[in-house]
């Protein structure tokens, strides 16, 4: 497994819990250090668990030498794909660095395949290129995508609901698909395609799921206005088999390490080749806009002055259940109120976040980021926000004032009359008074 990261850590513990014998190469010595150990340099429920008890059966090796793999047969390539801020493209200077390093010490007729995300028709350029500078090699590249969900990216392994493997050899498809055999025991569908179906079927993915975020994020604006429930709504659409309810949670729009990067890499591959991707587009400028949005309805409750204010931001992870703070909502909202002078104290269970600048400080409890706050930022929907007893901070708060980004707090709860209350979805709950 070349590079541990949130796809390739899963990817080798899950391998090594049936069995196989996985060498993990990452350039990072602080990383395989920290993994040796036994300490996954990522939060991912029941990692540290899985990993330590692969570590133990002697089934997962880690190190920063890919000589180290030599022997290998089967190369899995999980490197980062980041997108271009200049251009949009996703930049492959790390996947073919490691596809280089990888064929320089592979034995002959060794299956490279690609976990990575890429731009479609990158797996054919990476074959061309192994074709033409170690043909005596006959190695062959797979395009093999994941689809892990960060916060059950373990329980994802373990339950899929398809596996795509995509080559020109039937040969190296059936080497990648051996070593899923447990799956397909278990009946789940696999997918045999050429390198550019597969490519395709992982940025269609990420897309439509980026779009269904998109769509209700939208829908929820309405509701805000016309009236309703739009948690309701949701469900009643969701319930049709047609649609399904995943994805269909309101909120600050899509984040992460994914969405952003696959539908902006998505667009650009569209404009390329000429067949604009009109719906992805848009998907993307009315998500970038969600977070304008969100701000505004903040400043304008606090009197369209938030200079000088102090804002508890709970929570920075883009979602639940992770510490990745990339394309986070959170983050971004963190850097918009900072921008409008505003001071902010933010706090979250797992992730951390960096920021050079006077008025911000990340603290270690709830009660500490609410302190002298004027306004209180439910913007991640963690399970203790959503429990949260939010009377034991009214004396420490300058107004009692929350904005739930996530709808994830208890309106039902005794305090809540006390408080004036702003959701995604809903328009402003005004105290009325103490609650009896």
């Given at each position: 497994m070349v590079g541990v990261g949130y796809v390739g850590l899963i990817q080798a513990v899950g391998l090594a819990s049936f069995g196989l014998k996985v060498t993990c190469v990452d350039l990072d010595a602080r990383k395989i250090a920290m993994l040796e150990k036994g300490i996954p340099p990522i939060f991912e429920e029941?990692?540290?668990?899985?990993?330590?008890?692969?570590?133990?059966?002697?089934?997962?090796?880690?190190?920063?030498?890919?000589?180290?793999?030599?022997?290998?047969?089967?190369?899995f390539v999980a490197?980062?794909?980041?997108?271009?801020?200049?251009?949009?493209?996703?930049?492959?200077?790390?996947?073919?660095?490691?596809?280089?390093?990888?064929?320089?010490?592979?034995?002959?007729?060794?299956?490279?395949?690609?976990?990575?995300?890429?731009?479609?028709?990158?797996?054919?350029?990476?074959?061309?290129?192994?074709?033409?500078?170690?043909?005596?090699?006959?190695?062959?590249?797979?395009?093999?995508?994941?689809?892990?969900?960060?916060?059950?990216?373990?329980?994802?392994?373990f339950n899929p609901e398809r596996i795509v493997i995509g080559g020109n050899s039937e040969a190296a498809r059936d080497k990648v698909r051996q070593s899923y055999a447990a799956f397909e025991d278990r009946g789940v569908p696999?997918?045999?395609?050429?390198?550019?179906?597969?490519?395709?079927?992982?940025?269609?993915?990420?897309?439509?799921?980026?779009?269904?975020?998109?769509?209700?994020?939208?829908?929820?604006?309405?509701v805000e206005t016309v009236g309703g429930d739009i948690d309701q709504v949701a469900r009643g659409i969701g319930l049709d088999s047609r649609i399904g309810p995943q994805f269909l949670k309101?909120?600050?729009?899509?984040?992460?390490?994914?969405?952003?990067?696959?539908?902006?890499?998505?667009?650009?591959?569209?404009?390329?080749?000429?067949?604009?991707?009109?719906?992805?587009e848009t998907v993307i400028r009315i998500n970038d806009s969600r977070r304008f949005h969100i701000l505004k309805r903040i400043e304008s409750a606090m009197g369209d002055k938030l200079a000088g204010k102090r804002v508890a931001v709970l929570g920075l992870a883009f979602k639940a259940n992770t510490d990745d703070v990339r394309d986070s909502p959170a983050v971004d909202i963190v850097h918009a109120l900072l921008e409008e002078g505003a001071e902010v104290r933010s706090f979250d269970p797992v992730a951390k976040l960096s920021v050079d600048h006077r008025c911000y400080r990340q603290c270690e409890s709830i009660a500490a980021a609410c302190e002298g706050a004027s306004a209180v930022l439910v913007a991640t929907?963690?399970?203790?926000?959503?429990?949260?007893?939010?009377?034991?901070?009214?004396?420490?708060?300058?107004?009692?004032?929350?904005?739930?980004?996530?709808?994830?707090?208890d309106i039902t709860a005794a305090w809540v009359p006390r408080w004036d209350i702003e959701r995604i979805g809903s328009p402003l709950m005004r105290a009325t008074g103490e609650a009896s």
């Open positions: 029941g990692l540290e668990e899985a990993l330590r008890e692969v570590i133990a059966r002697g089934r997962v090796t880690f190190t920063t030498e890919i000589a180290a793999a030599g022997d290998c047969d089967l190369f490197v980062g794909t980041p997108t271009s801020e200049r251009t949009g493209n996703a930049r492959l200077d790390y996947l073919d660095a490691a596809v280089s390093g990888i064929a320089a010490i592979a034995r002959p007729e060794a299956v490279i395949a690609v976990k990575s995300t890429v731009p479609i028709g990158t797996c054919a350029r990476l074959q061309a290129r192994l074709d033409r500078d170690f043909a005596g090699k006959h190695l062959e590249i797979v395009s093999n995508p994941e689809f892990l969900r960060e916060g059950t990216a373990l329980n994802d392994f696999m997918i045999v395609s050429d390198t550019s179906t597969s490519e395709t079927i992982k940025y269609a993915a990420n897309a439509f799921l980026a779009t269904k975020v998109t769509f209700i994020n939208e829908i929820s604006d309405l309101a909120g600050p729009g899509y984040g992460g390490s994914c969405f952003p990067k696959d539908t902006l890499a998505l667009a650009t591959i569209g404009r390329r080749h000429g067949v604009q991707q009109q719906i992805v929907e963690w399970g203790e926000f959503r429990s949260f007893d939010f009377a034991s901070v009214e004396p420490l708060v300058e107004r009692r004032y929350i904005f739930d980004m996530r709808r994830v707090v």
